[in-house]
């Protein structure tokens, strides 16, 4: 039965995306590059995908060794992503200037090798890391760059989130997990359930954005027609949610389909810059949280953790001022693999492979010079985001994604460690943060005029601007 079942969704997974072509007729075939860079992201590596079996993690999660057959599949699709975007004539030397935050990040991070213990390891890490941007580069480099991107997202849920409710049902030996304590959890295509919440959560915003994007000028019964698979692969989304009892995810799917389906008088200047604050504050009340226990502790028992949350504070307790140099950290992605983090790793008697928090993380790779430079990122690239909502006509929902993404990242990244960590969060943050000029500029003298279709025309043609 259950190799029928899994016939069946590949069949069906196939037919989606069959349809799914035929209707986006200004998305190229190399867009399958970055779309399946995003499949193995959003999955298990290969490596993990030929071996299979039972997946046994720490109750935190744990992360998996590289291969040489995992590094030449990112080598491959990296670089054939850079050759795809610099063929159609994207200048690289534009993309890095454009984005004088970002670069200054992944600089500061470069120049940390030189302290890091590993660092020929955090070379070949910051490397994959970076290439993200090159992948970016290949869909906005595309004739119809956000028809592109919202292509990729639905082809991923295509083809993950059925084989997700088959492997779960019929193929445990890759659709569930257990942890050091024999606890089983439903993991899907993935190995960990908070990875498989991940998804969904990434998968589901760009699902809602293309239904929007359909609607326009549709009555509604046309419009359930055209979005039928759409609202199928959604239904499918909220059962793997629910299976997999990832409480942030489903906190962050909530927040961003508001951000995005939001009316226009809660798109102003002042609500998307107080989101934006209040966002950038959580970390500071969770890391305070004792001092703030009455404020906070509602909210994350209503999320089903406690103030512990999920254990991840017994984690921070460990990391103090002498664990690394505040100053500067233990280099990019190296603490974890040295002394510092097999300390931690005793003293917990359990495997701890990062902190479960993409700021205690970022902190313990660049120190607070680091994390000061986290923080200027999202709020310049937030600070943007927010522009371009406020000049751009409510029915053109782009800006609006780009801010629900940058939003998710910032309250996921509270209990899980997604910054600078090449995985789907950290992939469409890339996608949606990276300026490249041209993307979505709307002359002024058009704002009130544009109509849906001309948007689109004036960010198709971004490889002859870039």
Known sequence: MGHIALGMSLVFSAWLLVKDSGRRKGVSLAVWVPTLLLMILSSRHPTQWITGGIVTVSEMGNEAGGSALDAGFFFITISASFVIATYRGMKWTRIFTANPVLMAFYAYFLVSVAWSGDPSGSIKRLAKDFGLIFVAGAIFSERSPLEAARAVYFRCAAVLLPLSIVFIKYFPDYGRAYTVTGDMMFTGVTTQKNSLGEIVLLFSLFLVWDCMEARQGKKLGKWMIATWDRLMLL?????????????????????????????????????????????LALPFLVFFSQQFSSVIEPVVKALGRNMTFTGRTDIWQHITASTVNPLIGAGFWNFWGGPGGYAISLAMRTVVPNAHCGYVDIYLDGGILGLVLMFAVLVTYGQSMIQRISQTPVTFLYPRVEFAVLIIAIIYNLSESTFARIGPIWFTAI????????????????????????????????????
């Open 431 to 466: 996608l949606m943060l990276v300026n490249f000029p041209g993307r979505v500029k709307v002359a002024s003298s058009e704002k009130k005029s544009l109509t849906p279709n001309r948007f689109q025309q004036s960010t198709s043609h971004i490889h002859q601007v870039v």
């Open 235 to 279: 239904a499918i989304g909220l059962r793997l949610l629910q299976l997999s009892q990832s409480k942030t995810a489903l906190l962050c799917v909530i927040i961003g389909v508001f951000l995005i389906m939001r009316g226009k008088w809660l798109a102003t200047k002042f609500f998307n810059r107080f989101v934006l604050a209040g966002a």
